[in-house]
């Protein structure tokens, strides 16, 4: 890799770019509100008026955040789903996201595929790609994702009170557990498609977080895991975590046993196997019922599976009342603060 | 580099994003319109009511962007850099930006440098890091930089037209040589110095972008090197251009003869070195004498470099009339579009 040549043209990925500029330009009309997308110095977005502005940004490096042999649309679609994961957890409506795609190589059937599942979250969730950067070097991949939210609507980490209830809409650890059996060489075995599938390409939980505008005290994406990504909303918000065991959906036992998980390990995965792009929320009690027929007509499940108490960090309590320590290491993030 | 302890938590460097959670508190009341900063799932941003938002990203990898050698400030101040430089060549503002950094190791004492290099440029230039992503691989930095400007205004490479002048306001090739000079071991001859500083520290022209707003037909940045670039406002505005050899400013020949370089060689890296963080714009030439004006006014000098005429592609001419063909290979590009 001569630095010299670099200098020449620092954008030197030039098939590749038009290859995602025609897939950009597959969206094309889908947002009236790009008035100059990819092929300029940068992008020109005209926001909605009355809103404030989202911005997310996260990225993939192989290898460490999706396995080496995960097929491109999968990770196309991925570098997408976590970045409006978190535009869900603020209960932004997206509109636009920027694309930086490190290469190793030249390899336009690789970017074709990328480029199609990163388009076919995209058009589903009215996303427009308006600009990026391709470079040489080891295969990561960052996006930046922009949405809209009403002024002062925001759905934050720092609202949760006293007395609320914690509540998700969504099977915890399926993709950890669908990550389990990649590993074990078992991603064509049919019983583990669906948590496959979960662990490759994710559904944003985006209609769910407009839905709690207004209405959640706080809200949170829990890719990192249930109780490390509670533990930041107990420190945001100045209060305690209690998380009833019991009633955490996690993966069916008989599923784990296939790869000779143990039911505590299930558990556990639910509880911080990470990857799960789901939202948790904090809600008044008295609007529980309201929000179960919201996320209802959403074709969800609300689950309701903790509260919050005075005093901090998240604690697990089983049905007989005794507390539960999680066997796995991350768990001595319980309560820290261990960053985004 | 397990897959499977990844997924335990996908931001997995909590020290040095606490590092630059500080970097950016030391930030923070710079911007009133950071609604909410660094510390949720995402940040939360009041747009100008009267403005398009203009967006862009670009990436450097280490040993290809900037030598392995560089200095962690230099490293963060060019990630900025090169991205306001593109919000300059669209006429916009700079106001916030987000951050994607992915190191190969826990390095507090860099990431404290490279974020101390990111801050000084954003202050200088009332830019707020607002977001972003810290992870573990190979060192990649990508940012996205947001910024306004006046509805319908922003300056674009589609508008040049035939007869207006081709304008710079700076030296091309100043930092191309200054990598020569590194890397011939030359880093502590203060007759390279400016040139390594603009190597190292580009200046992105905001102001000069800013006021060319309602006055340049077209505007973009060079630094893929001024006859590549120029070739992009060709193509995109359906317009030749005719550049003046002997009008292009260059480093001093005698410069680059210390670095055993023709004064050839000094031509072409002013031709299409890249990493020149410098605007090139077409104006209509009756307003030429006003543009100087304010060209002086921020302490810079216009050079008329050129003319936009019927045609297709850039071609170089010589005070005695003759084409002047650079020799380097990048100059196959000519007059093609070779992409972002």
Redesign the interface.
């Known amino acids: 890799?001569p630095?010299?040549a670099?200098?020449?043209?620092?954008?030197d990925?030039?098939?590749e770019?038009?290859l995602i500029?025609r897939l950009a330009a597959t969206q094309r009309g889908v947002r009236e509100d790009v008035?100059?997308g990819?092929?300029?110095?940068?992008?020109?977005?005209?926001?909605t008026?009355v809103s404030?502005?989202?911005?997310?940004?996260?990225?993939?490096?192989a290898?460490?955040?999706?396995?080496?042999d995960t097929d491109a649309f999968a990770i196309g679609w991925k570098a997408l789903a976590?970045n409006l994961s978190?535009?869900a957890?603020?209960g932004?409506m997206p509109q636009?996201a920027?694309?930086?795609l490190?290469l190793p190589e030249r390899d336009a059937a690789w970017v074709e595929r990328f480029g199609t599942g990163f388009a076919a979250l995209a058009k589903m969730s009215s996303v427009a790609l308006?600009?990026?950067?391709?470079?040489?070097?080891?295969l990561?991949i960052?996006v930046?994702a922009?949405?809209a939210?009403a002024?002062?609507r925001?759905l934050?980490?720092?609202g949760a009170q006293v007395g609320d209830h914690v509540c998700i809409a969504g099977v915890l650890g399926e993709?950890?557990l669908g990550?389990?059996a990649v590993?074990a060489q078992r991603r064509d075995d049919p019983a583990f498609a669906h948590c496959i599938a979960r662990l490759d390409r994710p559904e944003p939980q985006l209609a769910l977080g407009q839905a709690l505008v207004g209405i959640a005290s706080a809200c949170?994406?829990v890719?990192?895991?249930l109780v490390?990504d509670l533990g930041h909303v107990a420190i945001?918000s100045g209060v305690g975590i209690r998380l009833d065991l019991d009633a955490i959906p996690h993966p069916p036992f008989e599923l784990g046993a296939r790869l000779g998980l143990d039911a505590r390990t299930i558990v556990d995965l639910a509880l911080?196997?990470?990857?799960d792009y789901l939202l948790a929320f904090t809600l008044d009690p008295a609007q529980i019922d309201e929000v179960r027929e919201r996320v209802a007509a959403l074709g969800l499940d609300l689950r309701d599976i903790g509260v919050v108490v005075p005093g901090a960090g998240v604690s697990l309590i089983t049905r007989e009342g005794g507390d539960y320590v999680p066997a796995?290491?991350?768990f001595n993030?319980f309560g820290n603060d261990?960053?985004?």
């Open positions: 890799m630095v010299g670099a200098h020449i043209a620092v954008h990925m030039p098939d770019f038009e500029r008035v100059l990819i092929g300029d110095d940068g992008a020109v977005l005209a926001p008026r404030e502005l989202v911005a997310v940004c996260d990225t993939l490096v290898g460490r955040h999706f396995p080496l976590v978190d535009l957890a603020m932004a636009w920027l694309l930086a490190t308006v600009g990026g950067d391709t470079t040489r070097g080891p990561t960052t930046t922009l949405g939210v002024s002062g925001a934050r980490r720092d993709a950890a990550l389990r590993q949170i994406d890719s990192d895991g490390a945001a911080g196997g990470g990857d796995r290491a991350g993030h261990d960053g985004e």
